[in-house]
């Protein structure tokens, strides 16, 4: 089975560009996860859906970062406009948590450079 | 403030010896994972551990889920260049589907 799946896996854009990251979740998994990885601040949750829903936004940074699950095969994080400081390495996760595990799937992960 | 410390941040050893990293909080957590995240990948889970005092083996790798439920450790014995990788804990608060993940340690087995 394939796994989850990311896409671009590099991207280099200029400040005030948007920029869309776009995630396909393993198959039957109801549980979507977009996380920023940095040096600095290590693995961060920006936003989690469940059912397609969006359940905790909490970690998203500022109005400039949305994300959309519009179907239960494919989300996007979208950044507009784009500032240095938003380069990182994304990463997309699914999961289908039962009461024995909450494993989470990572994807190969996109890696931002804004300049 | 980080809710899960990790440490060491690095370590560089050689093949063949034993390492322990550590995964501190003081918060209770009802579960704790390990992943391991190998460079250009995304992290892949090793272990979760429930039970407070447990203890789990994989092949050399045994991990302890501290009594209160509040730490745990990662021992590998005779470490392999293939260990190297980026170890990370990752807490279970309860009531949500909601990760925290430590910083990591950055492991590096050399030949």
């Known amino acids: 089975d394939a796994g989850v799946i990311q896409s671009p896996r590099h991207e280099v854009t200029e400040m005030g560009q948007e920029v869309t990251l776009r995630c396909k979740p393993i198959?039957?998994?109801?549980?979507l996860f977009w996380y920023r990885q940095t040096m600095m601040r290590g693995l961060e949750l920006l936003i989690y859906f469940n059912n397609n829903v969006p359940i905790d936004d909490s970690g998203m940074p500022e109005d400039r970062f949305s994300a959309k699950m519009p179907n239960a095969s494919f989300s996007t994080l979208k950044i507009q406009p784009s500032e240095p400081r938003d380069s990182a390495v994304y990463f997309c996760?699914?999961?289908?948590?039962?009461?024995?595990?909450?494993?989470?799937?990572f994807g190969p992960g996109t890696r931002l450079t804004v300049l | 403030t980080q809710l899960l410390e990790q440490s060491p941040q690095f370590l560089s050893i050689q093949e063949g010896e034993n390492l322990t990293v550590y995964c501190n909080s003081s918060s209770v957590f009802s579960s704790l994972q390990w992943y391991r995240q190998e460079p250009g990948e995304g992290p892949v889970l090793l272990v979760t551990v429930v039970t407070g005092g447990e203890v789990k083996k994989l092949k050399r790798l045994t991990f302890q889920f501290g009594d209160a439920r509040k730490d745990s450790s990662l021992h590998i014995t005779a470490a392999q260049p293939g260990d190297t990788g980026l170890y990370l804990c990752a807490g279970d608060q309860g009531g949500s589907e909601k990760l925290v993940f430590g910083k990591g340690t950055k492991l590096t087995v050399n030949p």
């Open positions: 996760a699914s999961s289908f948590p039962t009461g024995l595990s909450n494993e989470q799937f």
């Open positions: 198959s039957g998994h109801n549980s």
